[in-house]
């Protein structure tokens, strides 16, 4: 059974730092990783996406910039540094698997149980 764990979220002040991580166990890590955000009464959202073998990543556009991506396989883990952060940034986090990277979310097939990430003013 595959589990994905997502730690790192938090308060954080407006221009300020976070780093999200996501751990996988239960099967090959060697998947493409996503991250996705849903703020309160908000739809799910990409936010940025990895290759299996971080050759390529992808991000949304209003995260472009101040958040990176990246994976340790060795650690089976993914990582979202999140930089800059605004109070549009306020959601709970998603890490996902899917066989290859997507911005679509019926790509997933996995998903972590989320995150929440609070900036304040």
């Known amino acids: 059974q595959v589990q994905l764990v997502e730690s790192g979220g938090g308060l954080v002040q407006a221009g300020g730092s976070l780093r999200l991580s996501c751990t996988s166990s239960g099967r090959s890590f060697f998947t493409a990783m996503g991250w996705f955000r849903q703020a309160p009464g908000k739809e799910r959202e990409f936010v940025a996406a990895i290759s299996r073998n971080a050759y390529f990543t992808d991000y949304a556009d209003s995260v472009k910039g101040r958040f990176t991506i990246s994976r340790d396989n060795a650690k089976n883990t993914v990582y979202l540094q999140m930089g800059s952060l605004n109070f549009e940034d306020t959601a709970v986090y998603y890490c996902?698997?899917?066989?290859?990277?997507?911005?679509?979310?019926?790509?997933?097939?996995?998903w972590g149980q989320g995150t929440q990430v609070t900036v304040s003013s």
């Open positions: 996902a698997a899917a066989l290859r990277l997507s911005r679509d979310m019926r790509e997933y097939d996995k």
